[in-house]
């Protein structure tokens, strides 16, 4: 509507700027010049009424602006309502994670063998963070270049320069999360490895102790 708007004015000036003589159309424009100093009658009225409607075309011009900007923010507000779900969701899963850490503490606190089921279960909340980030950096996409097809975002305004921000943001959480999944990974190989040095040493004991036996 206030682009149509605009149309019907500007239309409307031109038709009054082209009846004011060619002496007077670049001052009349810049607003350079009174009417009170022009003695035809014709002309003041043409330029008096042309700059009715070239203030019509300025004002509906700052309004669409306006209404351009809020659609915007409105956009952006959608992007990161797709961000604030899913960020909900993997927080939920790093608690998880962080109990987990605190169980593996407490028995390392005490000396006893940490199980390998902890390190599985924080490799399971870490694959799914990892297919939430997947699914969020998708939807993100999917929502940017909808904006951006609409017309509603324009490439370079500062929302989308914080959409393409938080797209960044989620390709490095990608990758922290893949090297979770690794570190814990790692652990696990390391945990299996002292269950078995340490099963070879209590079989060494034993057999230590029956030769002790067999040659009382």
């Known amino acids: 509507n206030y682009t149509a708007a605009i149309g019907m004015y500007q239309e409307a000036a031109e038709g009054y700027l082209s009846l004011i003589p060619e002496a ?18 014709q ?8 700059q009715q409607w070239a203030n019509k075309v300025a004002e509906c011009t700052q309004k669409l602006e306006e209404l351009k900007a809020q659609i ?9 309502n797709i ?8 927080d939920l899963h790093g608690t998880a994670i962080d109990n987990i850490d605190k ?7 005490a000396g006893e063998l940490i199980g390998s089921s902890y390190y599985t279960k924080q490799i399971e909340q870490s694959e799914k963070q990892l297919a939430l980030l997947e699914q969020q950096k998708l939807a993100m996409v999917e929502q940017l270049n909808d904006s951006l097809s609409s017309g509603r975002i324009q490439t370079g305004t500062d929302e ?9 943001e989620v390709e490095g959480n990608i990758l922290d999360c893949k090297t979770s999944i690794e570190e814990f ?18 079989f060494g004991n034993l057999n230590s102790e029956m030769e002790n036996l067999a040659g009382l």
């Open 43 to 50: 002309t003041r009225e043409a330029i008096e009424n042309y």
């Open 72 to 80: 915007r923010e409105l956009e952006l507000e959608k992007f990161n």
């Open 185 to 202: 990974n790692n652990a696990l190989l390391e945990i299996q490895w002292i269950v078995f040095e340490r099963i070879q040493t209590e």
């Open 24 to 41: 007077y159309r670049e001052v009349a424009k810049n607003g350079d010049i009174s009417i009170l100093q022009i003695n035809d009658e």
């Open 103 to 109: 169980q593996i503490g407490l028995l390392e606190e």
């Open 83 to 90: 961000i604030k779900d899913f960020t909900d969701q993997f």
């Open 160 to 168: 989308w320069l914080e959409m393409v921000n938080a797209l960044q």
